[in-house]
């Protein structure tokens, strides 16, 4: 074998044996393991999930999760709430603020008050739901835009991990998110902007039947 096969031979063993480390730190860690790619194709929204408790330990692999992300730079541009029980009032009084301060002024007490109520209601449709937010950093060489990817990449982890723990997730905006109110319910600082709701929970439903465009259609293939 040539100086540069046998250099090559032993960056193969070198990167097989890391792949096995961190395949047996995976199985550590989560105690089961789904393959990626069956995670990725079979994950789906998940709106209907039963209220039974969540175990920590299962919210935690999650959230772990999310810290891997990519991100540019290592900023780490992410903060996360998990909100159980009454926690999850944290949310609702934020989409109870949002409604009222958007709301017909000429609505009556009692109007404003059950539509107040209705809004908050919203936020205990699942036992755990994990409020995730950008903290973009000031930093030279990261624009804000890839901030907002890394934080959207850990939203994506976070899912995956999930579903592969056999939760259902399903990730929720909506104008109410981005609101004034809602950034003043989770006391936002100037940069921060939430980036979602991960409800998460058992699912009741089956997962819906999805489609996706084949890559072939949005795909240019460069060669030379
Ligand atoms: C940034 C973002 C925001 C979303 N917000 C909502 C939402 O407010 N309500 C909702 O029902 N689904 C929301 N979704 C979930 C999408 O509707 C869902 O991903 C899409 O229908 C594809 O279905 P799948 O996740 O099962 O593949 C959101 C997804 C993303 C990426």
């Known amino acids: 074998?040539?100086?540069?096969?046998?250099?090559?031979?032993?960056?193969?063993?070198?990167?097989?044996?890391?792949?096995?480390?961190?395949?047996?730190?995976?199985?550590e860690?989560?105690?089961?393991?789904?393959?990626?790619?069956?995670?990725?194709r079979s994950r789906r929204s998940i709106g209907k999930v039963k209220q039974d408790p969540v175990d920590?330990?299962?919210?935690?692999?999650?959230?772990?999760?999310?810290?891997?992300?990519?991100?540019?730079?290592h900023t780490e541009p992410w903060r996360f709430w998990v909100m159980t029980g009454e926690g999850r009032g944290l949310l609702g009084k934020g989409y109870a603020e949002?409604?009222?301060?958007?709301?017909?002024?000429?609505?009556?007490?009692?109007?404003l008050a059950k539509l107040k109520s209705a809004q908050e209601k919203k936020a205990f449709r699942a036992p755990v739901v994990i409020a995730v937010a950008?903290?973009?950093?000031?930093?030279?060489?990261?624009?804000?835009?890839?901030?907002?990817?890394?934080?959207?990449?850990?939203?994506?982890?976070?899912?995956l991990t999930?579903?592969?723990?056999?939760?259902?997730?399903?990730?929720?905006?909506?104008?109410p998110t981005y609101h004034p109110k809602m950034r003043e319910a989770f006391g936002l600082a100037a940069k921060e902007e939430l980036v979602g709701?991960?409800?998460?929970?058992y699912p009741d439903m089956a997962p819906p039947r999805a489609e996706r465009t084949p890559f072939a259609q949005k795909t240019l293939w460069v060669s030379e």
């Open 162 to 175: 999930a579903h592969s723990l056999g939760l259902g997730t399903i990730w929720r905006t909506g104008a």
């Open 56 to 73: 920590k330990a299962l919210i935690e692999e999650i959230l772990e999760a999310g810290t891997w992300a990519p991100n540019h730079c």
């Open 29 to 40: 860690w989560s105690g089961k393991s789904m393959d990626v790619k069956e995670a990725i």
């Open 1 to 27: 074998m040539s100086g540069l096969a046998h250099e090559r031979n032993n960056l193969w063993k070198k990167k097989r044996k890391k792949a096995r480390e961190v395949k047996i730190e995976f199985n």
């Open 98 to 111: 949002v409604a009222a301060a958007e709301a017909d002024p000429a609505l009556s007490k009692e109007e």
């Open 197 to 201: 709701f991960v409800y998460i929970g």
């Open 134 to 159: 950008v903290t973009p950093t000031a930093h030279a060489i990261v624009p804000e835009v890839e901030e907002y990817a890394a934080a959207h990449s850990a939203v994506q982890n976070m899912m």
